[in-house]
């Protein structure tokens, strides 16, 4: 009975130990304001401190009057959505492609490279360029994000939780200096 006892007691501490240390993996846009009329670029955020991923997806659904403007891409020969490689992607071993998908945009940030990842622990993997309509509601408007799932180098995946960016939409620009 001591010996069952005594096991117990040591495979409950090394399971509280391991767990010890596991920061959880965020993602994320943080709150901005915008001014009607104006475009602005906007991180989003992966704090992955004790993961490495190497790919993702994920559902953005703007509000009414917010949208994520089109360019032409000479390398597709087509327009594409305003999102570009964060300061964690590489253009080079990183396609970006979307697909609307009911109200929101589907993003995926993936590679052919089994050898990728996004660098480092902590910051932007993707840039997107949102632009407030002329007359978008002035106010609290969210931004969500839903549907991540994040692609580890051995095809396994995660699933952050689901966020919400606040957006202040004002009629002042902000001045530049």
Request: net charge negative.
């Amino acid at each position: 009975m001591k010996k069952n006892y005594t096991k117990f007691l040591f495979a409950t501490m090394m399971l509280l130990i391991s767990s010890v240390g596991f920061a959880q993996t965020t993602f994320y846009i943080e709150p901005f304001s915008i001014a009607a009329g104006d475009t602005k670029v906007i991180p989003v955020l992966m704090e992955n401190p004790d993961e490495v991923f190497s790919q993702l997806q994920f559902d953005i659904t703007l509000p009414e009057g917010l949208e994520i403007p089109e360019s032409y891409d000479e390398d597709m020969f087509d327009y594409v959505k305003e999102i570009k490689h964060g300061s964690r992607t590489s253009q080079k071993a990183y396609s970006i492609q979307t697909q609307p998908v009911g109200e929101a945009l589907r993003v995926l940030c993936i590679t052919q490279n089994s050898k990728a990842f996004f660098t480092g622990e902590s910051g932007d993997v993707l840039l997107i360029t949102v632009k407030a309509a002329d007359d978008i509601a002035l106010g609290d408007v969210d931004i969500k994000i839903t549907n991540t799932v994040l692609s580890r180098q051995n095809g396994t995946t995660y699933k952050p939780a689901d966020c919400t960016a606040a957006v202040y939409t004002t009629d002042i620009s902000a001045i530049e200096s």
